[in-house]
């Protein structure tokens, strides 16, 4: 009987059409939730709308940042649709290092450089690193993000930031990766993301948390001064 059945041609070729047919309904639901839209429904220019004096703040001309959003700029190019890179210094001669980065379709290959990554990439070595939540009055709710300081051969910095994707923020690449997925799944939008970084230079490390209140002084006359969609690049929205 055994021998019989394997002679029918039919029985042979069943695992073979449960195999295309299971491939076919595969492909009708990918096209199903292939995302239709995108959460960022606005252009962004952040040399031109990111405000070069707000508040007691002035940009810092020709004043170049230690390191970059990452290690090769080919890379950068090829992540990020917009950058900014600034330094800001106030009237008590505080000077803050802003760096903006931009990517208006983010993939599951493709994601923010949080960094963590980036400055032990280009020779840093993290020295702290805690949570912190950012009461930022553009936004309703708190913004979460790190704390941190790094040292290098020549100096020692404090850094704060926060990443943005689609309508939230999120501490980790992991965070960020599964976020991309379920709002491509069940949203069917492709998310936007965004780096928000601003450091220091530490003369010591006693300074670090005066320094940690400063950025945060500074993301708020910073995301104070900027409106309407311009805003909507630095903090998350609802839809």
Same mark, same amino acid.
């Given at each position: 009987?055994? +021998?019989?059945?394997?002679?029918?041609?039919?029985?042979?070729?069943?695992? %073979?059409?449960?195999?295309?047919?299971?491939?076919?309904?595969?492909?009708?639901?990918?096209?199903?939730?292939?995302?239709?839209?995108?959460?960022? #429904?606005?252009?962004?220019?952040?040399?031109?709308?990111?405000?070069?004096?707000?508040?007691?703040?002035?940009?810092?001309?020709?004043? #170049?940042?230690?390191?970059?959003?990452?290690?090769?700029? *080919?890379?950068?190019?090829?992540?990020? +649709? +917009?950058?900014?890179?600034? @330094?800001?210094? *106030?009237?008590?001669?505080?000077?803050?290092? /802003?760096?903006?980065?931009?990517?208006?379709?983010?993939?599951?290959?493709?994601? &923010?450089?949080?960094?963590?990554?980036?400055?032990? %990439?280009?020779?840093?070595?993290?020295?702290?690193?805690?949570?912190?939540?950012?009461?930022?009055?553009?936004?309703?709710?708190? &913004?979460?993000?790190? *704390?941190?300081?790094? @040292?290098?051969?020549?100096?020692?910095?404090?850094?704060?930031?926060?990443?943005?994707?689609?309508?939230?923020?999120? /501490?980790?690449?992991?965070?960020?990766?599964?976020?991309? &997925?379920?709002?491509?799944?069940?949203?069917?939008?492709?998310?936007?993301?965004?780096?928000?970084?601003?450091?220091? &230079? %530490?003369?010591? +490390?006693?300074?670090?948390?005066?320094?940690?209140?400063?950025?945060?002084?500074?993301?708020?006359?910073? @995301? %104070?001064?900027?409106?309407?969609?311009?805003?909507?690049?630095?903090?998350?929205?609802?839809?």
């Amino acid at each position: 009987m055994k +021998d019989l059945i394997h002679k029918l041609p039919a029985v042979k070729m069943l695992p %073979a059409i449960v195999l295309f047919v299971i491939s076919i309904c595969v492909l009708i639901i990918a096209h199903g939730m292939k995302p239709a839209w995108n959460y960022a #429904t606005y252009s962004s220019d952040l040399e031109n709308n990111i405000p070069q004096e707000f508040k007691d703040w002035k940009l810092v001309p020709q004043l #170049t940042q230690q390191v970059s959003l990452v290690s090769d700029n *080919n890379m950068q190019n090829q992540i990020y +649709d +917009d950058v900014l890179m600034r @330094t800001y210094v *106030n009237k008590e001669g505080e000077k803050v290092m /802003l760096a903006l980065a931009y990517a208006k379709e983010q993939r599951q290959d493709v994601k &923010i450089h949080q960094p963590d990554i980036c400055y032990p %990439a280009q020779g840093y070595q993290m020295l702290k690193s805690t949570l912190a939540s950012f009461a930022i009055s553009a936004n309703a709710s708190p &913004i979460v993000g790190k *704390n941190q300081v790094y @040292t290098s051969s020549s100096h020692l910095e404090a850094v704060s930031y926060w990443v943005r994707v689609g309508d939230g923020t999120f /501490l980790s690449g992991l965070q960020m990766r599964l976020k991309i &997925i379920e709002d491509g799944l069940f949203k069917q939008r492709f998310d936007d993301g965004i780096l928000v970084r601003v450091s220091s &230079i %530490a003369q010591n +490390d006693s300074e670090t948390e005066k320094l940690f209140k400063l950025h945060e002084r500074f993301l708020n006359d910073l @995301t %104070a001064s900027v409106t309407g969609n311009n805003r909507k690049l630095l903090v998350p929205h609802a839809i």
